[in-house]
Structure formats: structure tokens, C-alpha cells
């Protein structure tokens, strides 16, 4: 007979077993939006260009106030916009002190020759102060949720980065430019900050190399294409030309509309490979320390597609489709952009914002200007 083993009840004082959850992620994911609408930046714009070219140029540095606004103020991190803080006034001095460096570099060179050697030596050494204000001043006018970023750089580093590599690259036939490169995007990511967090960019030399090897490899592919084209149009040219004029006429015309076409795609792939990979390996390589991680995720053959329609249609409406240029090109590589945000973040970006609303509003600095001819 068998025998059949049943199951035992449990002890009725016995407790469910417990079960841990898993512990939560110390990070949310959250996108980067971008709100503007080209219609409406068009209108900016046009009264921008109309008004500097009325004012002989003094009005560009309002126009650049108002742009900066208008980009920075739509483009949001969990319902939060970015504000641009700087005034015009601080542009337009910088750009008056531009245009006297400029004015004096142009008239010792076309005057005083030899003095002119003397002024682009020393335009070398301040090269990287030039620099570094631009970029101290911008990121000091920018803010998030009423906190400010800033650049602490060296003026050292600077040069060492910005003049002593890119020269150094001359001696190695160009082979160290790519590592010059990667060292100017780790001088200036490791100094940035936002508020007292600072930005932390661990770069890889072998990104920047492989991203050369391929920007070099298709623009000579390119090239190589176009040398074909012009053979096969070459031939077709001179076979149209036992015909007639017209034919041969037609046939240029056709072959410099497939060179140009050509040219911009060259343009386009090169463009679109360095940028759009560098561009990933620095976002997804950085860190604000205990706060957020920037993320990027551009697809490289849509950036050729826009880049590509961009300049097309620049070139096709003589300027006048920058605005939709610019609008879309922010609006793709904001949805390619994401942030993880550390969970304890607003109450770190909460102190932060009591912290600098101790000290009030900084004066400005003597030389607290944008030097930049843009």
C-alpha cells in the first residue's frame, strides 16, 4: 500500500515571510526639453538683424541678450528653465574692447610690418586670458533654479592647453592634435561649477583619436568621390560638347549643382561625426559631484540628415531659414540629452540658493565683460 506524504500545516503563530524590496535607485532620469517655436524666434530675429544694422552694430549686444534669453528661458530640466543673466552693456563693452584689439592688430600689420610681428606674438599671449573670460563670463550670466554656474581656469593652463599643444602638434605632423583637443575639453569641463558643486570630466584620448581616424577617413572619401564625379561629368561634357553648346553648357551647370551638393555633404559628415560623437563621450563622462549627470545620446546619421537640410536651406532662403535652423537644431539635441538627477538634489540646489541669496547680487568685476565679437 502506498504510502502518500502530505503537507504539513504551519504552525498557526507562524509569520509570512518578508520580502525586501529592492532598494531604489539613487538617480531619476529626466530629459532635457526645448520649447521654442520658430515662427516666434523668426520675430526676434528679424527685429535683431534690422536694429543692429540701423545702430551700425551698437544694438548686437542687445540682439544677443534678447537670443540668449529666448533659448536659455525655453529649454527646461523637470519644469525648471534656464535663465541668462547678463546685461548689454557688459557686451557691448566687451565688444567695443574687441574691436579695438582687432582695429590695432589690422593697422600694425598694414602699416608696420615688422611691429605686426611683434602684435601677433603677443596676441598669443593673450589668446588664453581672452579665453578665459568668455567663458567666465557667459557661465557666471547663466543659472538654474536661481543658481549660478562659474569657471575657475588658470590663465597658465590656459595657455599650455589653448597655445603650447596646438603648436606642439605642428612638430608631430598634427598626429598630437587630437590629444590637444581632448585636453582643451577637459580644461574646460573640469573647471566649471555649478554653485559649489563642481564638474567633474574623466575624457579618453582613444574617443578622440578613433572620432579623427573617421572624420579624416570620410572627408577623403568624399573627396575621392567628387574627383570620380568630375571625371564621369568630364566625359559626359566633352561627348555633349560634339553636339552642341547648349549641352555642354547644361552639363556644367549640372556638374557644379553635384559638386556643391557634394561639398555640403562632406561638410555635413565631418561635422556631424566629430560633434555629435564628442559631444556623447563628454556629456556621458561628467558629473557635477552628488548631483547630476549630464547624458547624451545624438544619433549620428539624423545629425548628417539635419546638418545637411540646415545649411541647405540657409544657402537656398539666403539666410532667412536660420531661425527654424536654429530652433530645430536646439530642439534634436535636446531630445538627445537627458540628466540623471540625484534624488537629495533639491535639497542641495535649496542650499545653495540660500547660500548665494546671503551674499546678495556680486558687483560686477573690472573686467567682468563678454569678449566676444558674436
Known amino acids: 500500500m502506498d504510502v502518500i506524504d502530505t503537507p504539513q500545516n504551519p504552525p498557526e503563530n507562524s509569520e509570512p515571510a518578508l520580502v525586501t524590496p529592492p532598494p531604489a535607485p539613487p538617480y531619476r532620469k529626466v530629459p532635457v526639453v526645448f520649447g521654442g517655436d520658430a515662427k516666434e524666434f523668426f520675430g526676434i530675429w528679424i527685429v535683431n538683424v534690422l536694429l543692429t544694422i540701423v545702430t551700425l552694430g551698437i544694438y548686437s549686444a542687445w540682439a544677443k541678450v534678447r537670443t540668449q534669453q529666448y533659448f536659455y528661458g525655453n529649454t527646461k530640466i523637470e519644469g525648471h528653465a534656464f535663465s541668462y543673466l547678463a546685461q548689454p552693456l557688459q557686451i557691448l563693452k566687451g565688444r567695443i574692447l574687441a574691436v579695438i584689439l582687432f582695429a590695432i592688430y589690422t593697422l600694425t600689420l598694414q602699416f608696420y610690418p615688422v611691429w605686426g610681428l611683434v602684435v601677433i606674438f603677443a596676441m598669443l599671449f593673450l589668446v588664453p586670458w581672452l579665453i578665459n573670460q568668455s567663458l567666465r563670463f557667459n557661465l557666471r550670466m547663466s543659472s538654474y533654479r536661481n543658481v549660478r ?13 589653448f ?8 612638430f608631430t605632423l598634427y598626429l598630437m592634435l587630437p590629444f590637444a583637443f581632448k585636453k582643451m ?21 582613444g574617443e578622440y583619436y578613433v572620432t579623427s581616424l573617421l572624420v579624416f577617413a570620410l572627408s577623403f572619401g568624399v573627396i575621392i568621390a567628387m574627383g570620380i564625379m568630375m571625371a564621369v561629368f568630364g566625359g559626359m561634357g566633352a561627348l555633349a560638347g560634339v553636339e552642341s553648346d547648349a549641352a555642354t553648357t547644361g552639363m556644367g551647370i549640372v556638374m557644379m549643382v553635384a559638386m556643391m551638393a557634394m561639398y555640403i555633404l562632406m561638410i555635413s559628415l565631418c561635422s556631424a561625426v566629430y ?23 545624438v544619433d549620428i546619421w539624423s545629425y548628417v540628415k ?6 541647405l536651406a540657409v544657402a537656398l532662403t539666403f539666410g532667412f531659414a536660420y531661425p527654424w535652423v536654429k530652433v530645430r537644431t536646439a530642439r534634436f539635441l535636446s531630445q538627445a540629452t537627458s540628466v540623471l538627477i540625484d534624488n537629495e538634489a533639491d535639497g542641495a540646489i535649496d542650499e545653495m540658493v540660500e547660500s548665494q541669496s546671503a551674499f546678495g547680487e556680486e558687483a560686477a568685476e573690472v573686467f567682468d565683460v563678454d569678449i566676444a565679437l558674436t
Open 185 to 205: 575639453d577637459e580644461y574646460v569641463h573640469n573647471n566649471i561649477s555649478y554653485g559649489d558643486k563642481k564638474l567633474s570630466a574623466n575624457l579618453k584620448s
Open 275 to 297: 560633434r555629435g560623437r564628442i559631444r556623447n563621450h563628454i556629456l556621458n563622462n561628467c558629473e557635477f559631484d552628488g548631483l547630476a549627470q549630464p547624458r547624451s545620446n
Open 306 to 311: 539635419l546638418i545637411f537640410v540646415n545649411v
Open 163 to 170: 597655445i603650447l599643444l596646438p603648436i606642439a602638434s605642428v
Open 149 to 161: 554656474f562659474s569657471f575657475k581656469g588658470s590663465y597658465g593652463e590656459a595657455f599650455v592647453y
